[in-house]
T-cell receptor, first 112, second 114 residues
Framework: QQPVQSPQAVILREGEDAVINCSSSKALYSVHWYRQKHGEAPVFLMI?????EQKGHEKISASFNEKKQQSSLYLTASQLSYSGTYFC?????????????FGKGTKLSVKP | KAGVTQTPRYLIKTRGQQVTLSCSPISGHRSVSWYQQTPGQGLQFLFEYFSETQRNKGNFPGRFSGRQFSNSRSEMNVSTLELGDSALYLC?????????????FGPGTRLTVT
């Protein structure tokens, strides 16, 4: 029940915006977003626990539509440092804490 | 606070051998999860430990096992290594506060099986 992320890859110019989507076929308890740069460990961005919750972190924010079983990550006014692969990790109802099922990732490249 | 540490960082083994990887979580974190990351399959959950008990296990064969010690440090073991076990193995720790239970990843152990 791996969540599906879209798009698979996106190229932006500095200052442009992007949206990354994460959709699940299973009911979700929470959605976690991570960014991983090449050769490094994934870094936590944010967690969304409640349906409809929207959280922000600098110019990166996310929403969680529990009914649609999907989450979206919004990157505004992108910076070069935003480049990397973004993963959503989902906790599904019936699963347990610590068992995150990750999407395949969205590769984001920000060009000057 | 020091981050999650994993040892060794790199490892080369031969098919049929076994390997043990170590993970030290962030101080105070009680939950440790292990993941396998490969280019083809992405991040896949292996198992999660809490208070020395395995609470959940992913869809991996029995050759993959783990344990957690009383100080929350964790080890995972892979026996009878196969070429397909070549991957980055990531450990993540979590405080398990329900409202703020993000997982903090270690740098990983890059395992190459030849």
């Amino acid at each position: 029940q791996q969540p599906v992320q879209s798009p698979q890859a996106v190229i932006l110019r500095e200052g442009e915006d992007a949206v990354i989507n994460c959709s699940s076929s299973k009911a979700l308890y929470s959605v976690h977003w991570y960014r991983q740069k090449h050769g490094e460990a994934p870094v936590f961005l944010m967690i969304l626990l409640k349906g409809g919750e929207q959280k922000g972190h600098e110019k990166i924010s996310a929403s969680f539509n529990e009914k649609k079983q999907q989450s979206s990550l919004y990157l505004t006014a992108s910076q070069l440092s935003y480049s990397g692969t973004y993963f959503c990790g989902t906790e599904q109802y019936g699963g347990s804490q610590g068992n995150l099922i990750f999407g395949k990732g969205t590769k984001l490249s920000v060009k000057p | 606070k020091a981050g999650v540490t994993q040892t060794p960082r790199y490892l080369i083994k031969t098919r049929g051998q076994q390997v043990t990887l170590s993970c030290s979580p962030i101080s105070g974190h009680r939950s440790v999860s292990w993941y396998q990351q490969t280019p083809g399959q992405g991040l896949q959950f292996l198992f999660e430990y809490f208070s020395e008990t395995q609470r959940n296990k992913g869809n991996f064969p029995g050759r993959f096992s783990g344990r957690q010690f009383s100080n929350s440090r964790s080890e995972m073991n892979v026996s009878t290594l196969e070429l397909g076990d070549s991957a980055l193995y990531l450990c993540a720790s979590s405080p398990l506060d329900r409202e703020v239970d993000e997982q903090y990843f270690g740098p990983g152990t890059r395992l190459t099986v030849t």
